[in-house]
Nanobody, 125 residues
Framework: QWQPVEGGGGGGQPGGSLTLSCAAFGFGFGSNTIGWFRQAPGKEREGVSSISGSGKYSEYTDSVKGRFTISRDNTKNKVYLRMNGLNPEDKAIYYC??????????????????WGQGTQVTVSS
């Protein structure tokens, strides 16, 4: 069964940093767009960031622009989300997902067929 696996969640301090990882083996990894989504308690799931198969294209939701950076290492079948300047609004379960799209970035969840189990991120002082 194809399922990406998230790692790197945990607790961060306001203004601090965390790096999430997504391992996605068996997908033809270098060809697929990968996305990060998050869901906070009582809120709808939100598309945070996405990166195209080659890594050439990426996009971010407005609230994380300038703070989060998505990257990928296709030799390791991994995608990373570097989160700087954490604030309490970043607290959520973060999910990695694999899209059938290859050549562009997208944060529309309907474009994603395979989802990880999620990793919790908390932000507190």
């Amino acid at each position: 069964q194809w399922q990406p696996v998230e790692g790197g969640g945990g607790g961060g301090q306001p203004g601090g940093s965390l790096t999430l990882s997504c391992a996605a083996f068996g997908f033809g990894f270098g060809s697929n767009t990968i996305g990060w989504f998050r869901q906070a308690p009582g809120k709808e799931r939100e598309g945070v960031s996405s990166i195209s198969g080659s890594g050439k294209y990426s996009e971010y939701t407005d609230s994380v622009k300038g703070r989060f950076t998505i990257s990928r290492d296709n030799t390791k079948n991994k995608v990373y989300l570097r989160m700087n300047g954490l604030n309490p609004e970043d607290k959520a379960i973060y999910y990695c997902a694999v899209s059938s799209i290859r050549y562009s970035a997208t944060r529309l969840s309907d474009n994603y067929a395979y989802w990880g189990q999620g990793t919790q991120v908390t932000v507190s002082s």
